[in-house]
């Protein structure tokens, strides 16, 4: 029985991934297009707010993105801090550009809907003021990568501010609750049959939603393949240079 | 502890090492703000409770990267991550002396501010509460960015990009005691939050920064 940590060699992770990746990819492209296609096209307009709604397919997909690509980067900081294992703290260092890039997505189409919708581009409601928040994160830790040269140190260091980033981002997710009444409505998906939207749109959704997580896995196997190669080659130079 | 805790607070008040400086851009921020928004008395008291927690919390950011870069700078970080008191002491003593040096005289010298900026009369009581419970959070979670940033040359720019999330929740809570306390409301859940945040970070956050400071350390 092959175990998950055989793919902490980055040789084994890379020839799997590359494997993996035209699939994932043309999955990815297949699953997005025809998400888009099927909810933009084939959905009827909703009775009140019309054509508008089918912004929803892009903004409910990039949003639930952006939140778990957190969480899949807290788990990979984890793994880095508990096992050390490089490709962990790589594949966490290829998300977070992906996340940061879902937050604003999900805050430029949620400002496109709320612009007809609400009569503004932007409130200070919690759900919104908490992406914004979590955009912050996002830019923090990407600087602390950026600013440290030392791989390792910066792999800790960054490791380090993702858990404890976690523990804040949750807390100010509570505290903007508490600090100002919403505008946002609730969640619209849900795993409740009661809860959830209708059919018509529910389907459309869930192929939307499988085309951005396919999208963010492919993404992150280029990412991290990348990086393995680019520190390869930076370890041959510098051992050229020695030799 | 208690003998790094004097050198450090010797240190910040003899060698302008931000002493005062925190105190002073306090000031400063106060006296701006009604060139900004107008000398309008209303408007002013109800701002003044925001204005005067962003601008604690800036004066706090400002004497950060102080805690730990001049140690680091000179070597005597080493020898204290070498002596018998465990770093994450080491850490919890240092950001103590930094809320003594910056922190309580903002405390106490934020009554003073707030008339200023004409605060109602039954706002005082909780600003100053709220930064006596709030300010300490905001040095402990500073020490934790100052000790990520340590290693880095100029680190104060990604400093504040670092900390400044990490005081939402307590700016919310902290704003949120004085405003309910202008406007005459129960402020009791938002207090024992804010009291909550502080005790909190004081207990955990020095283990993640000796952590970072061990591997800044390497």
Known sequence: MASIWEYANPLKFMRTTERLLPVVAV???????GGLIWGFFFTPDDFRQGSTVKIFYIHVPSAMMAINIWGMMLVTSLIWLVRRHHVSALAA????????????????????WGQPMWGTWWAWDPRLTSFLILFLFYLGYMALWAAIENDD?????????????????????????????????????????EENVADVF?????????GFVLLFV?????????????????????????? | MMALLRRDLTLAVRAGGGFGLGLSFFLIVVVLVPFGVGPETALLGRIAPGILWVAALLACLLSLDRIFSLDFEDG????LATSPLPLEGVVASKAVAHWLATGLPLVIAAPVFALLMSLPQEGYGPIVLSLLLGTPALSVIGAFGAALTVGIKRGGLLLSLLVLPLYVPTLIFGAEVARRGVE??????????????????????????????????R
Request: with cysteine.
């Open chain 2, 76 to 79: 005597s970080l080493d020898l």
């Open chain 1, 153 to 193: 140190t910066a792999a800790d260091l960054t490791s380090v501010l993702c858990l404890v980033g976690s523990v804040f981002a949750l807390l100010s997710r509570y505290a903007v609750n508490f600090w100002n009444q919403g505008l946002h409505q609730g969640a619209s998906l849900s795993l409740d049959k």
């Open chain 1, 218 to 243: 492919a993404l992150v196997i280029v990412r991290t393949n990348t990086e393995i190669r680019a520190r390869r080659t930076r370890a041959l130079l510098a051992r050229e240079r020695l030799g």
């Open chain 1, 27 to 33: 999955a990815a492209a297949v699953c997005l297009i």
């Open chain 1, 202 to 210: 529910w389907y459309p959704a869930l192929v939307a939603i499988a």
């Open chain 1, 93 to 112: 260092r290829a998300a977070a550009p992906i996340g940061a890039v879902m937050t604003v997505i999900a805050l430029f189409t949620g400002a496109v």
């Open chain 2, 184 to 217: 005459g409301q129960g402020y009791g859940p938002p207090l024992l939050m804010l009291a909550g945040i502080s005790f909190a970070a004081l207990a955990l956050l020095p283990f993640a920064s000796a952590a970072v400071l061990r591997v800044n350390l």
